[in-house]
């Protein structure tokens, strides 16, 4: 069965910490991603990776910072934290696709709130 | 850039009832995927359907239905004889390609609540 893990569901910081949402999978996909989701906003990319040291941006990835060092794990890094980056974030993954599109399949989320 | 437009925020029905889910998309690819997924409140997305730019056809699973129409960049989704179980946010998604992946759009999604 597909799965995908994040380290927290609920996490408090402080104002200026260092943050790190961590996510594995254990299904060998390639593509992995890290959204965010707020209210009347949907989910919005932040930063994707489709292999191994790897990465791109995504539509939002102000404040934030990525880390792939192995294929199953994807880590999600505020730098430093602050009040605006209080969401919930979704992690995702992905097969390598040839000619079909496949469904991401995504974690529970981490409800993260900075004060 | 593609878009994904989910006009209704929130719907209200009571059980039974059938109720549709809008959702328009903007796209210059010719060869696209469009998805559904649904996020009951435990909070983890849980795919629904997936449906190729080629593949017109309207596809039924139980209650569930789809209305895929290119002519009108649209992909609405139907859920007959609602359930309480039904209430969920659901999202309409885009495919979309970027460097070596393939991303998606989503809307902003759609508070579905099926009262007793």
């Known amino acids: 069965d597909v799965k995908v893990t994040q380290s927290s569901r609920y996490l408090v910081k402080r104002t200026g910490e260092k943050v790190f949402l961590e996510c594995v999978q254990d299904m060998d996909h390639e593509n992995m991603f890290w959204y965010r989701q707020d209210p009347g906003l949907g989910l919005r990319l932040i930063y994707f990776s489709y292999d191994v040291k790897m990465k791109e941006k995504g539509d939002i990835p102000e404040g934030y910072s990525v880390s792939r060092e192995k294929k199953e794990r994807f880590s999600l890094i505020l730098e430093s934290a602050s009040t605006n980056q209080t969401s919930m974030y979704l992690c995702a993954s992905l097969p390598f696709q040839r000619e079909f599109a496949y469904e991401q399949y995504f974690g529970p989320g981490t409800r993260l709130t900075v004060t | 850039a593609q878009k994904v437009t989910q006009a209704q925020t929130e719907i209200s029905v009571v059980e039974k009832e059938d109720v549709t889910l809008d959702c328009v998309y903007e796209?210059?690819?010719?060869?696209?995927?469009l998805f559904w997924y649904k996020q009951p409140p435990s909070g983890e997305l849980v795919f629904l359907i997936r449906r190729n730019s080629f593949d017109e056809q309207n596809e039924i699973s139980g209650r569930y239905s789809w209305n895929f129409q290119k002519s009108t960049s649209s992909f609405n989704f139907t859920i007959t004889a609602s359930q309480v179980v039904d209430s969920a946010v659901y999202f309409c998604?885009?495919?979309?390609?970027?460097?070596?992946?393939?991303?998606?759009?989503f809307g902003k999604g759609m508070k579905l609540t099926v009262n007793p």
């Open positions: 998604a885009l495919s979309e390609r970027q460097g070596g992946s393939e991303k998606l759009v």
């Open positions: 796209t210059r690819d010719t060869t696209y995927y």
